[in-house]
């Protein structure tokens, strides 16, 4: 019983970190600040991957330090972006977790108001770092065509 209750304190774990995640898209009218996902990333050079197929373009970043540049270039134009997550799923293994999820927008709009129809399906890889705890050290997010009516 010990050992099932240590695997759902640590899914629990892996659930806050994901909505830590999530808050940290989750804005709304406020400023976005990548800072935040300094925490939930682990460190170093070639420390992630990440693959994000925004715009049509495949992305690929390998740092949180990059991961934190992107991510403010690229919400600098939004005005209000709120998000929610989806059929959420922990698997664990040993010192890795797996997330999986779907991220819907539900008011994602454009400097000039304009509505951005938004969705992914997304994948984060976990891992327990001796230094520093559960760490994103992959992610993996997939567009799909967003409802534009769900969205506004």
Known sequence: MEINLS???IKKQI????QKWLDGWNI???D???EVFLDLFAPGENGIEVFDNVKGDV???RSVDE???TWDAFMAPITKWSVRLDNLKVKLSGDMALTTFKLVGTD???FDGSIIPFGQYGTHVWQRLPDCGWRIIHEHLTMFEADPEATS
């Open 7 to 9: 695997v759902a304190n």
């Open 15 to 18: 659930r806050n970190l994901t």
């Open 28 to 30: 709304g009218s406020g």
């Open 32 to 34: 976005f600040n990548a």
């Open 59 to 61: 992305l690929v970043i």
């Open 67 to 69: 991961y934190i540049r």
């Open 108 to 110: 994602t709009r454009g």
